[in-house]
């Protein structure tokens, strides 16, 4: 089955239609084949896979832009004999600037052909956060720990500033993108990214799409390693580069996992290779605890979002108080960092050709 994603981003959806074509494939083995294409709407290509010895859509650099019309999309999508995971942004939509019949009948066919699912995200303070964050490094996903070492490590020495009209700008585009999904789209299923994101492994297989598999396989029965252990390696390795210290606990568990977790990126890496991903497994960012170190006037967002909240009148944009949000922080940050005693890591906790193998390029 063909799953779209509707996304303002900045919500989990990448990592999302990432880990909905992983599921897919080991469950199906390829059949049915199932392709990730990223976004819909800049640039697909139909290409001979001589992997699967078939054409297959997918996405080739230097190809990506808006040089195909929704009519073509919609013909390239239906006869491709393949299921698709992708998403549409909504702000790819606005750029493109097509008529409204058009994106009308575009939508007709996606409501009538996809499994169809809208991310959402409760905080809406973050949410702009997260985007002013991204504005400011020119990237919406890191997907090794030596590239989000390149893009962040000048950001965290000296951190950034963010002006109000740029929180207002990214909370508005927000009640827009709702707007539309509630004006064009028969949704299937709400990813809600507080709520889902902890369990988004259950989540996925809980999906109706999944529904043919009695037992669906999920990611130790893949891996010998759980989805949460592995993506918290994932996060940790990223943080090797930037000297951070780490707690006895952290690097035990590091030691612990990261063959298994290397072999995993493996298997991502190869699916990469064939043509089924764009790219990999998103790396996390930033925990709500590191963006409060990393923005030099957090106190200011948050003054002025809540006044926003407050005058928005709707039921999206719910007002915090600094406490509450420090409480917020430390919960998700305690997920993903824990232990005292904290020190470097060093190559007698991991051999340095370890850790090197485990950051594969994507």
Partial sequence: MNVLILTPDRVGSTLLQRLVTIYANINENYN??????????????????????????????????????????????????????????????????DNLNNQLEFYKYLNDNFYIISARRKNLF??????????????????????????????????????????????????????????????????????????????????????????????TDKFDISWQDWNRMHYLLSLVPFDYDFSIEEKSFMKQNIDVYTQCRIYIQDLQDQGVLVSGIPIKLHTLHEKSKLISNISQCLVFYNKWAVESSSQHAIPYTAAALTDVAALEHNRWTYGSDRSLISYSDIPKDKILASDLKF
């Fill in 32 to 97: 049915p084949l199932t392709i990730n294409l990223h976004e819909l709407t800049n640039g697909l290509v139909c290409y001979h896979n001589d992997k699967f010895d078939r054409k297959i859509l997918g996405k080739k650099e230097h190809e990506w832009g808006y040089h195909q019309s929704l009519e073509s999309i919609v013909e390239m999508i239906s006869s491709c004999g393949h299921d698709v995971v992708s998403r549409l942004a909504h702000y790819h939509i606005k750029n493109r600037k």
């Fill in 126 to 219: 973050e949410h702009a956060l997260s985007w002013a964050i991204s504005v400011e490094s020119k990237r919406l996903n890191v997907y090794s720990a030596q590239e989000k070492y390149d893009i962040y490590n000048c950001i965290t020495k000296n951190g950034i500033h963010i002006q109000d009209d740029v929180i207002k700008k990214y909370l508005q585009d927000y009640f827009d993108y709702i707007e539309w999904v509630d004006n064009h789209f028969r949704v299937n299923s709400y990813f809600e990214y507080e709520r889902d994101l902890p369990n988004i492994e259950r989540y996925i297989l809980n999906l109706n799409v999944f529904g043919r598999e009695p037992k669906p396989l999920n990611w």
